[in-house]
């Protein structure tokens, strides 16, 4: 791993783990039982390792995010957690039940919102969610209060009526996530749930879930490549690389981890060959990357000064500064902390290339 958490101590599985990870933010008792268990998970497809040894616990009432790129292992991970696939070796337990012993009794204490959209398109709002009430067993009484409830939660209670086809795709996944609640889970899982949504509907979504969770007791095991999702939903967070956990903390505690508070943001031209050297050099620099020809990312421990040397160095070298912005350490500089690289840049070879069949698939 490229760095430790301060004040941090390694869990059996390698992975440092930071202290304060046993004081939650103030909703979670640092005391509070474990509604998930996970200990030293493996998935295997031939030779192939998709998740490699993972371990790490969910308290009761957290909203728990794994962080990665696509191909990172975190939808495995979610799979093998809620009885979809086999595990290699290992151990989930979900709600005290190993989800390999007792999957019936596993999958009654949660809810399950897929990464793809799956409600039937022909099929109204309300018969989407009665269907999937009846295959939970939910009694007709509290069927009729519980659809009536969720899509209110939703904001879906005047298209109860419409055929599911007819829903914009933010309105998709509301009817998603109220179908995956339908029957009073203990533990809800969402892989990638604003995956493909525009900028409004994402934070609608977000707010919802926010909602939904003030009113239920409910823990939330949440997947996702998006930083600012994770940093606003998430009590604490699993970053996920090859499918190794590389580093699990509050978002608050992973930011702090990364040497440099500031982040300068600056676009130059006509900059030298060694400019991103001499960039290195300033005074309070911990590391500078290199995003494009021109722009720099500089993560910086003092940053006024850092900025002032910086804007005299290229006034002197007679370099042109387009732009510069400053802002905090962001989730995305704890990426690139722990696994070398920009979670961004991780994504457009996911979404570039077509990957070739995983052996035994």
């Known amino acids: 791993m490229n760095g430790e958490l301060n004040g941090s101590a390694s869990n059996p599985n390698g992975v440092t783990v930071a202290a304060s990870e046993l004081s939650l933010r103030g909703e979670?008792?640092?005391?509070?039982p474990n509604a998930i268990e996970v200990e030293h998970i493996v998935?295997?497809?031939?030779?192939?390792?998709?998740?490699?040894?993972?371990?790490?616990?969910?308290?009761?009432?957290?909203?728990?995010?794994l962080l990665g790129p696509n191909g990172a292992g975190k939808s495995t991970l979610i799979r093998m957690m809620t009885t979809l696939i086999p595990i290699t070796s290992g151990t989930a337990r979900i709600a005290g039940h190993d989800v390999a012993r007792e999957p019936d009794a596993?999958?009654?204490?949660?809810?399950?919102?897929?990464?793809?959209?799956?409600?039937?398109?022909d099929l109204t709002v309300q018969e989407n969610m009665s269907i999937y009430a009846k295959l939970y067993d939910v009694p007709p009484k509290r069927r009729k209060e519980a659809i009536d409830e969720l899509l209110e939660t939703v904001d879906l209670t005047k298209w109860r009526d419409a055929q599911t086809k007819t829903l914009s795709g933010g309105m998709r996944r509301r009817l998603e996530i109220a179908r995956g609640l339908v029957h009073s889970p203990k533990i809800f899982f969402l892989d990638e749930p604003t995956t493909g949504l525009d900028p409004v509907s994402r934070v609608a979504v977000w707010e919802m879930l926010t909602n939904i969770k003030s009113k239920r007791k409910l823990t939330v095991l949440i997947t996702t490549h998006y930083m600012d999702e994770a940093?606003?939903?998430?009590?604490?967070?699993?970053?996920?690389?090859?499918?190794?956990?590389?580093?699990l903390d509050t978002p608050e505690a992973l930011k702090a981890s990364v040497?440099?508070?500031?982040?300068?943001?600056?676009?130059?031209?006509?900059?030298?060959?060694?400019?991103?050297?001499?960039?290195?050099?300033l005074p309070g620099v911990t590391s500078v990357q290199n995003e494009s020809?021109?722009?720099?990312?500089?993560?910086?421990?003092?940053?006024s000064g850092t900025t002032t040397d910086l804007v005299e160095m290229a006034v002197v070298s007679r370099v042109v500064l387009k732009?510069?912005?400053?802002?905090n350490t962001t989730l995305d500089d704890v990426f690139v902390h722990y696994t070398g690289r920009q979670l961004r840049d991780e994504l457009v070879k996911a979404y570039s290339f077509v990957m070739p069949p995983r052996p035994g698939q």
């Open 28 to 32: 979670i008792a640092a005391n509070a």
């Open 43 to 65: 998935k295997k497809y031939g030779d192939f390792t998709a998740v490699d040894d993972i371990s790490f616990t969910v308290k009761e009432g957290e909203i728990f995010g």
């Open 106 to 121: 596993a999958r009654r204490t949660i809810g399950v919102i897929p990464q793809a959209l799956t409600s039937d398109l």
């Open 231 to 247: 940093d606003r939903l998430c009590n604490r967070i699993a970053i996920v690389d090859h499918g190794k956990l590389v580093a």
């Open 259 to 281: 040497p440099g508070s500031t982040v300068i943001e600056v676009q130059f031209e006509n900059a030298p060959a060694d400019w991103e050297e001499r960039l290195r050099h």
């Open 293 to 303: 020809a021109e722009m720099f990312r500089v993560l910086t421990s003092n940053g």
């Open 323 to 327: 732009t510069l912005t400053v802002q």
